[in-house]
């Protein structure tokens, strides 16, 4: 497969290029295959039912054809998961497609494990390791941080804003042993993307070292998260045969349902797709107004989607024009009193508990089922609630299968469910472990020249 950049068309590069990259170093703009090849879902079924692994196997091989074989391609995705994600059905017409069972308890485990492996693939037959340097400001983190840990030829230093994230967090982030660790750096996040930045321009260090990132705009952390749209929409067809599939992505960076419309352009049956915000509502303000907006974030409940210029816009834009946007999309925005209220309403409707991020898609998809693509007169855009968009398939809403994504698991946010339901959600085993674990982080000023001494001194 060939790749190019949402700046540059001409531009062309290799798997390999765009996954040891990141992004283009001379443009700034992200990489994307020039194609999205149709694939037959019949080789996704094991035993007459869809099969995860099979439909990841499947999907994966045009966009690494000639650089990774088959065997290691088929080996790297069965130890990448472990784990799956689960199609929940919480009432007529509506399932939760849960991504949070794996190990950091959050859907960016599977960008972010297939992402590692496919570096350690590319790091074979390189003299030394390669040291992955990420700031980050919690989630992330801790995805990346689990998804390298142990993989061979990789090396991870990781940067967190001490005292500014939550105590799980910080624990999912500083207990690691061996080839990963943590930095409490005495500063804010910002921070500790600049000296992360500053290190990557250092020329000594550069030739001390070979670095890398392992950002989230990376191309092999969005092609994976493919693989789940199409093994949930083969599932629910099966399930209910003839009707229309819809989609509803609780989203910050839009680096999901970027990857949800790559399944769909390689023939996953998704009739359309619900983006669904907190009150970072600069998408749904595009598909309303037709201008894009980037602007400050601001902090809501659902904190992972807390984003005022999403990165995977440029990606969207680049793959779409805002008319097919708009015929593929509709858009939803929600505030933090709506984040409690949806995770009661759906607790006392479905019994289904919701983590803050789901619930945003949750009540997205129940207004629309309900019909609130019907109205659309009057709307005010600064006001929570559908935004007045119809898509393609508005006709088709009321009838239509929706598939509600649950990006983490609700023990992660326990204190904001607990508010909404009165009931703390039941902490899995996994992260119990992890919060048993002893604190391993390392102390870090915020200043350049005591950051790299000790990497010199401890890389
Ligand atoms: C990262 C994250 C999101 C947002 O995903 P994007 O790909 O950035 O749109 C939603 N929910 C949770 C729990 C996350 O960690």
């Known amino acids: 497969m060939t790749y190019t950049d949402t700046r540059d068309s001409e531009a062309k590069v290799d798997f390999k290029t765009a996954v040891m990259s990141g992004m283009s170093s001379v443009t700034g703009g992200l990489y994307v295959p020039v194609e999205f090849p149709k694939i037959d879902t019949s080789k996704m079924f094991k035993d007459g039912k869809p099969d995860f692994i099979s439909a990841a196997i499947q999907m994966a091989k045009p966009y690494v054809e000639g650089e990774i074989p088959d065997a290691d391609l088929e080996a790297l995705i069965k130890d990448a998961y472990p784990f799956e994600p689960k199609l929940v059905k919480i009432e007529d017409g509506t399932y939760v497609l849960e991504l949070s069972h794996g190990p950091t308890c959050a859907f960016k485990d599977f960008g972010a ?10 790091n074979r037959g ?16 801790s995805a990346v941080g689990s998804a390298f840990h142990n993989v061979e030829g990789l090396d991870v230093t990781i940067l967190y804003p001490e005292g ?3 105590p799980l967090q910080e624990k999912q982030l500083s207990t690691f042993t061996g080839n990963v660790r943590a930095l409490k750096v005495k500063g804010t996040f910002d921070d500790c993307q600049k000296l992360v930045k500053t290190a990557f321009t250092d020329k000594d260090l550069r030739a001390k070292f070979r670095l890398s990132s392992a950002n989230s705009i990376n191309i092999s952390r969005l ?15 099966a399930e209910n045969p003839g009707k229309e599939i819809v989609v ?4 910050g960076n839009f680096g999901n349902l970027t990857s949800g419309l790559i399944a769909r352009e390689m023939g996953a049956p998704i009739t359309g797709f619900v983006a669904a915000t907190n009150s970072n509502r600069t ?19 659902a904190n992972a989607m807390d984003v005022g210029a999403p990165s995977n816009y440029e990606r969207i834009a680049y793959m779409y024009t805002l008319e097919e946007v708009r015929r593929l999309f509709a858009a939803y925005w929600l505030d933090n009193d709506g984040i409690i209220k949806s995770i009661k309403a759906c607790k006392d409707s479905t019994g289904y508990t919701i983590d803050p991020h789901g619930a945003v898609a949750y009540k997205a998809w129940e207004d629309i089922k309900n019909g609130a693509l019907d109205n659309l007169e009057g709307i005010d855009i600064t006001k929570p609630g559908i935004t007045p968009n119809r898509p393609d398939w508005a006709d088709k809403a009321k009838s239509a299968v929706g598939i509600v994504l649950e990006t983490a698991d609700p023990a992660k946010f326990s204190a904001i469910v607990k508010d909404a339901t009165g009931a703390e959600p039941p902490i899995p085993e996994r992260l119990q472990k992890v919060m048993a674990l002893p604190d391993r982080a390392i102390p870090m000023e915020n200043d350049y020249a005591k950051f790299k001494a000790w990497l010199v001194a401890n890389l």
Request: hydrophobic share 40%; proline share 6%.
């Open 113 to 122: 494990r297939f992402m590692a492996r496919a570096m350690s693939f590319f």
């Open 164 to 166: 500014k994230i939550s």
């Open 283 to 301: 998408i749904p303000d595009w598909i309303a107004t037709s201008e894009y907006k980037a602007r400050p974030s601001v902090e809501t409940y």
């Open 126 to 141: 390189e003299n030394g390791k390669l040291h992955i340097l990420v700031a980050t400001s919690g989630d992330t983190g």
């Open 223 to 237: 092609l994976p998260q493919g693989f789940y749209y199409m093994y949930a929409s083969l599932l629910a067809q």
């Open 248 to 251: 509803t992505v609780p989203s």
